[in-house]
């Protein structure tokens, strides 16, 4: 998401880490999560910062990804699946990334945001302005399969 502002990354970064929880990382910890981090376009990279309190997430979160959350665990539930992935943890709402971009680097020009949480989303892009647009999020997908999905056999109902 981008847009020209004069919010500072560092302003923003300490309202992060205090009232969100957030913690830094660097971009090879990024990298190390999940190797598909690598797609993004870091030209105008500033900060990343994760977010892995499941309490924290949880004040964070509207009622539509609490739902949307409690399905994606049930069917995690019901496959033999790794849990500890990276993609995993962003779907179930046990992770969230905040990668802040800045163009000039002091100010927020942009953001992306990996994981469920109405509450940070609408608190950075409120310091974006009104032009933002919700660019493709790959676990949406998932998630439009996921409320289709209709379990069979002998174990269900």
């Known amino acids: 998401?981008?847009?020209?502002?004069?919010?500072?990354?560092?302003?923003?970064?300490?309202?992060?880490?205090?009232?969100?929880?957030a913690e830094e990382i660097t971009l090879e910890d990024f990298f190390n999560m999940d190797e598909n981090n690598e797609v993004y376009s870091f030209e105008d990279i500033s900060k990343i910062y994760k977010i892995d309190n499941?309490?924290?997430?949880?004040?964070?979160?509207?009622?539509e990804e609490k739902a949307q959350i409690e399905l994606t665990i049930e069917h995690l539930?019901?496959?033999d699946n790794d849990d500890s992935s990276y993609l995993d943890k962003i779907s179930t709402g046990q992770l969230i990334i905040i990668v802040l971009e800045s163009k000039d680097k002091v100010n927020l020009s942009g953001f992306i945001m990996e994981g469920n949480g109405k509450v940070?989303?609408?608190?950075?892009?409120?310091?974006?302005?009104?032009?933002?647009?919700?660019?493709?999020?790959k676990l949406d997908e998932i998630i439009e399969e996921l409320k289709e999905f209709k379990p069979y056999g002998k174990y269900f109902k």
């Open 1 to 21: 998401m981008k847009n020209e502002n004069k919010y500072s990354i560092d302003n923003i970064s300490k309202n992060l880490i205090e009232n969100y929880g």
């Open 54 to 63: 499941e309490g924290v997430i949880e004040k964070l979160l509207s009622e």
């Open 77 to 79: 539930n019901n496959i």
């Open 120 to 137: 940070l989303f609408d608190y950075l892009t409120d310091l974006i302005g009104n032009d933002v647009k919700k660019e493709f999020n």
